[in-house]
């Protein structure tokens, strides 16, 4: 069934503008009439007149991958479709409920695509292939998973508990870096507003009284006027050195050398670690029990990390698997994983729980990225407040220290 877009006027005279799907036009109409609207303007969806704009002759910038606002409507509409699920309504009656509540355009654009896809026979799970930006590769795995079991209202419902979980896990590490960042940000801007503004004035008056400047002014003085004749140099710099580092980083070998150093970071690499570890389980044990083969969630699980060196010993498991052997061997012999974990993986194999084994430690690994972030948070606050006032301080005496001489004679 054909998706339009439409423009319409309300009965209070406001105007509204949505998506509805019809098998024409003239129908469509009927159903906005029927609700009270006035079809101002109305076509298939994409076929509108755009207006001139130069976005139309640059690359198409349409998201391929989710970012947290996507992933946290998914959360949400996953859960919805769950309980319906779970009440019995089919699946094409329950996107339509969530087509109807959807939480913006886009979305409500998104699920009418794929309510009018499976209702021409498409499977669920291969059509969310369609929307990267909605819906990774893990979540469409589960979802086939879930269908091919029929399990899909208890895939979906440990979906949502997935997505939430993970999503207050990013929130805990992102809160304990706001105050650190601020502080950073507050001391950066009174360091510039000190070594641009109030060194050149009080060292220009200093020079008019003929004072010959300590080393310590001098020093301050040279600084100040380099950033400020070549502030846009410096900026041209970081920016060149950023983008050659994305470049390299982007790279396999490079990746996987900026992967290994941030591991070996003191304080902050355990805290990636951990929160790694705790993704690894949770995602692992959530695959394996939606029903989704060993190697195949391994290769999944292998994508979400976000770290290459514990991604290439996931390859060395699925390497290992296909020869027969077990999960856990690869796993204490690659040093990167903790020990418990292969010891805790080695003990859910034998005794056929892997994922419960794997939800424990998971719970395990989740509390000690709490721990290590407040750990983080206590010992770096006090280095930045360090750090600065050593700079701020040593720029005050540099000030200080000519007109100190002064009153001396």
């Known amino acids: 069934m054909p998706i339009y877009e439409y423009k319409a006027l309300t009965p209070d005279g406001s105007t509204r503008t949505g998506v509805v799907d019809a098998d024409s036009p003239k129908e469509a109409r009927s159903k906005l009439r029927g609700e009270k609207l006035l079809v101002t303007e109305i076509a298939p969806l994409g076929e509108k007149k755009k207006k001139f704009s130069l976005k139309q002759f640059l690359p198409s910038s349409q998201p391929t991958f989710p970012n947290k606002k996507r992933t946290e409507q998914v959360a949400a509409v996953t859960r919805q479709i769950a309980t319906l699920l779970a009440a019995g309504i089919p699946l094409a009656e329950a996107l339509k409920a969530v087509v109807e509540q959807a939480p913006d355009r886009e979305v409500e654009t998104v699920f009418r695509e794929i309510r009018e896809k499976i209702s021409r026979g498409l499977s669920f799970g291969e059509t969310l292939h369609g929307y990267p930006a909605y819906f990774t590769e893990l979540y469409c795995n589960m979802v086939k998973a879930g269908e091919a079991a029929g399990n899909l209202d208890e ?26 960042t601020i502080m950073i940000i507050l001391g950066t801007l009174v360091v510039a507003v000190l070594v641009t503004f109030v060194v050149p004035q009080v060292t220009q008056l200093l020079r008019r009284q003929g004072k010959v400047l300590p080393l ?6 040279n600084v100040s006027s380099f950033i400020r004749d070549w502030w846009w140099a410096v900026m041209l710099a970081l920016a060149g050195l ?6 390299v980083v982007a790279t396999d070998r490079g ?9 070996k970071v003191p304080i902050l690499g ?29 290769q999944i ?9 514990l991604a290439r010993v996931l390859d060395q498991v699925h390497d290992h698997i296909m020869e027969g052997t077990d999960i856990s061997t690869p ?10 974990v292969g010891y805790m993986i080695a003990v859910g194999e034998q005794s056929g729980n892997l994922d419960e084994l794997l939800d424990k430690v998971a719970d395990a690994y989740d509390e000690e990225l709490e721990v290590a972030t407040q750990k983080m948070t206590a010992v770096i606050e006090p280095l930045i407040i360090v750090f600065l006032a050593v700079i701020v301080g040593g720029i005050v005496v540099a000030i200080i220290l000519p007109i100190l001489e002064t009153m001396q004679f």
């Not at 895939?155 to 650190?180: E, S, W």
């Not at 310590?216 to 003085?221: K, R, S």
């Not at 796993?331 to 418990?340: E, I």
């Open 155 to 180: 895939v979906m419902r440990r979906l949502a508990d997935f997505l939430q979980a993970q999503a207050r896990m990013r929130n805990k590490v992102g809160a304990a870096l706001v105050y650190p």
């Open 216 to 221: 310590p002014t001098q020093i301050l003085v």
């Open 242 to 247: 950023l983008w050659i580092f994305q470049k």
């Open 255 to 263: 990746g996987y050398l900026w992967d290994q150093f941030k591991l």
């Open 270 to 298: 355990d805290l990636f670690l951990k929160q790694a570890v705790s993704r690894f389980a949770h995602t692992f044990a959530t695959l394996l029990r939606s029903g989704v083969p060993v190697l195949q969630a391994i």
């Open 301 to 309: 699980t292998k994508n979400i990390l976000g770290n290459r060196v």
């Open 331 to 340: 796993l204490k012999l690659s040093g990167a994983f903790p020990p418990v």
